[in-house]
């Protein structure tokens, strides 16, 4: 399940440039189960040694200021949570709405509009083809003696580092199939406008907005639209929208 959240708040919500992990301790923060979080944050769901959130969270959308190290956001503002768990989506959007005292990076946050969001099973059933739009940048990469390789949409790998995250994804939620059908092909032509730079803390990690088209079918689709594309879905990146559809 998906969530749409709207805040509203007075004069200006100023945030670093590289403000994932805001809104990824804003999240965390309404699960009031210490257990449930401190599991969720610190494992997730384990695949052997690799470990898998199932969920992601997109950009904040609203109008800005970007200054040399900050954005500054003017009220309203929003982004989406969502998550392959429906009951953590459920959890989180009850403790945001009856939450009167949320702050994020010194701002006091209010909910004004809270919309859920599902992927529609029966209409998807025969489709095959997805055109989709990133909401958060899409982020896969090989690590070879601690040195972070990352994959831009246009190197022949990017879709292979894809698909093996996604079979991680597929056992994590018990979904498993080694010959699952998928392929993923960039539709904007190579340039630096969708190349992102980003700081989680003090980790730098690189992605790429655009669109893309993605062959599959609905299951996978479906924990792919929940959990996210690619990898650090739970640092706020690979979420995406539909915009378009085929069956071929």
Known sequence: MRINIH????????????????????????????????????????????????????????????????????SPVNFIFSSYDDELVSEISYNLLTDDNMYLNGTKLNVIDLKPSFFDESYYRNINYYIIEMLSPV?????????????????????????????????????GNANFDFHITPNNIKNSKDEKIIYFKDTLIKGYNGLYTIRTDAAVMKLLYYAGLGSKNSEGFGCFKILGDKYD
């Open 139 to 175: 982020t896969v990469y090989s690590t070879d003696i601690n040195k972070k390789t990352y994959f831009s949409p246009w190197d022949s790998r990017f879709g292979e580092a894809i698909k093996n995250n996604l079979l991680t994804k597929l056992k994590a939620a018990n979904i």
């Open 7 to 74: 805040f509203s708040f007075k004069g200006e919500l100023k945030l670093p440039i590289g403000y994932n992990n805001f809104i990824q301790a804003l999240i965390y923060s309404h699960i009031l189960d210490p257990n449930k979080r401190e599991q969720l944050h610190n494992y997730g769901y384990m695949v052997g040694a690799k470990k898998i959130k199932l969920m992601t969270f997109s950009k904040l959308f609203g109008n800005y200021i970007l200054n040399k190290d900050s954005i500054s956001f003017k």
